[in-house]
């Protein structure tokens, strides 16, 4: 079964899960807390590939590659085909993690806007500003781009509700690489039937793997990858580099010194 309540005590002794992965929404948190065990993750070792997905996301929209791609697979040949520059647009990014930054990093020299949404506010490097969670609706219609890098706690299940996707710009591309979870799923195919967004880029869904009749892949204003956006061929060699600098604070403190998870914020 897993990592599940049982597994865990079956352990007695065990101090420490290093998980190799960012999300820890699939572990027993609460058996985890009780016990005083000490939960770490790989967050910004999966940040740096699932950055790159955004920013691949976001320029196969804008330069209109998948209509390319149609054009080729019809043999039409289009030079009237026109792109659009993302130099002046503007982004609004749901979390300010490692992720968030790692994106930042790679989207400022195209000369965006960049807009945080954090729990806290505070200020973060790369971002133009930062504002409180509360305050989001105030921010969705400006936005051409809103990415949702979030992962999943109380907080954030279902944050995205029908008025959210009312007020975003009808023209505005939505990007979630966070955690399926932070739109209903039914909401989410409404939004893109009815067209209050122009275009999604999806790699994480609220119920994984989705099946076949699933009516997301009916829709032809969406773009579904399989929850792939953290794959890469290096990331447990990087992980195991976090772990190893851990094991080593760990046999001489007794406490790991990186990606420590906050039990109660669940990242």
């Known amino acids: ?12 002794n065990l101090k420490w899960i290093s998980w190799y992965a960012t999300g820890v929404n699939s572990l027993p948190l609460e058996t985890i807390k009780k016990r005083n065990i ?4 790989s ?28 054009n080729q697979i019809n043999k039409v ?13 503007r982004v609004l990014i749901l979390g300010t993690g490692s992720l968030a930054q790692q994106t930042v990093k790679l989207l400022k020299p195209f000369n ?6 954090s729990r806290s506010g505070k200020s973060k490097e790369g971002f133009d500003c930062i ?3 509360e305050e989001l609706e105030k921010h969705l219609n400006k936005a ?39 739109v209903n799923e039914k909401t989410l195919i409404k939004a893109l039937s009815q067209n209050q967004i122009r275009h999604a880029y999806i790699d994480v869904f609220e119920n994984e793997p989705l099946k076949p009749d699933n009516a997301l892949y009916k829709l032809d204003n969406v773009t579904l990858t399989a929850h792939i956006s953290g794959n890469d061929k290096n990331i447990k060699r990087d992980a195991t580099k976090l772990f190893k600098k851990n094991l080593d604070y760990f046999l001489n403190k007794n406490d790991v010194i990186e990606n420590k998870v906050d039990l109660y914020h669940g990242y």
Not at 38 to 41: D, E
Not at 50 to 66: G, H, N, P, T
Not at 112 to 117: E, L
């Open 38 to 41: 000490i939960l770490t993750n």
């Open 43 to 70: 967050r910004g070792v999966q940040a740096k590939q699932v950055s790159e997905f955004v920013l691949a996301f976001i320029l196969d929209d804008y330069k209109k590659m998948r209509t390319s791609y149609i």
């Open 144 to 182: 051409d781009i809103i990415i949702n890098t979030l992962p999943e706690t109380n907080e954030t299940y279902h944050l995205l509700l029908e008025k959210h996707f009312e007020l975003m710009n009808d023209e505005c591309l939505f990007i979630n690489v966070g955690r399926g979870t932070v």
């Open 1 to 12: 079964g897993g990592v599940d309540a049982n597994f865990i005590n079956e352990c007695p």
């Open 131 to 133: 504002y409180k969670i």
């Open 112 to 117: 965006m806007t960049i807009v945080g949404i």
């Open 77 to 89: 040949y289009d030079s009237r085909l026109t792109g659009k520059r993302l130099s002046g647009e």
